[in-house]
């Protein structure tokens, strides 16, 4: 027994078959059909307008596949030109950062009367209570253990150790750091020690010095490891205590050790004293 569905696919197949054979027809005679053909014409006209249009929207949907499929791949060309394009730009970004940098390392260099290697960081230690980093210079460059490390800024840290090809930077703000130092404007001494943060403390300052707040702190050359008049860094908090004879001062380095890259090794100890600022 055959379903209705069957059936009805039958017909179209059939009205299909009867839709082709006149159009064979036609096609054959210019003439108009008459009789038979007529009707079966007007019969087989709506199916013949419902398949056309079946067949129009198959090559409707077919385009716009082939259409979307060219717009995906060239989608994905243009985003892999614009990705290229981007890290074009960021090179030359960096490249053009990085010489205004070493601009400003070499005026600082033809300045000082000290022979220093140049040095780039390529390490930073993660530990919150160490404040090191490494540099890609050792002892094959000349850098030896206790150097000075410098940038224009002002003082960044000392090498405290040092291989065949990287040496290792205790920084300026590290608590074991330490820098004998005095005010500029009051010639007031203390030691700077680092906070472990971004900030220093300049201790045993006396009560009776008068120094104020934005006043700039440089080293003393006492030490034996800083030459005298590097900077350190500028006064940022004064408290004094009604006991004792010293000030609680903080001091905020001039180096801002977040975007450190670059930096000097004084190759060799020399403590001639700086031209001081005025």
Not at 93 to 106: G, Q, T, V
Request: net charge positive; charged share 20%; with cysteine.
């Amino acid at each position: 027994m055959f379903s209705k569905r069957m059936i009805l696919v039958a017909v179209v197949i059939v009205l299909i078959a009867v839709n082709i054979i006149l159009l064979t027809i036609t096609s054959k005679h210019s003439q108009t059909p008459s009789g038979l053909g007529r009707g079966a014409l007007v019969v087989v006209s709506p199916f013949q307008k419902q398949f056309n249009n079946f067949v129009q929207s198959v090559k409707g949907i077919w385009n716009q596949y082939f259409y979307l499929v060219f717009t995906a791949k060239e989608n994905q060309r243009l985003k892999k030109a614009l990705a290229k394009s981007m890290r074009q730009l960021n090179r030359c970004a960096e490249s053009e950062l990085a010489n205004d940098r070493l601009r400003h390392l070499l005026g600082f260099e033809e300045e000082v009367p000290w022979p220093m290697i140049a040095a780039r960081v390529v390490g930073k230690d993660p530990s919150p209570w160490s404040k090191t980093v490494i540099v890609d210079k050792g002892t094959e460059d000349g850098v030896r253990q206790g150097a000075p490390v410098v940038i224009p800024e002002g003082i960044a840290g000392v090498v405290v150790e040092a291989s065949h090809r990287y040496a290792k930077v205790l920084l300026l703000i590290d608590p074991n750091s330490a820098v004998d130092a005095l005010v500029q404007q009051t010639r007031a001494r203390g030691i700077v020690k680092g906070g472990g943060a971004d900030y220093c403390v300049f201790n045993y300052v006396l009560r009776k010095h008068e120094i104020g707040v934005g006043d700039t702190v440089v080293s003393s050359g006492l030490d034996g490891v800083f030459p005298k008049g590097l900077r350190v860094g500028r006064i940022a908090e004064i408290v004094r205590l009604n006991a004792g004879i010293f000030q609680k001062v903080s001091v905020t380095p001039y180096v801002d050790f977040e975007i450190l890259e670059e930096v000097f090794i004084i190759s060799k100890p020399a403590f001639e004293s700086l031209p001081e600022e005025p």
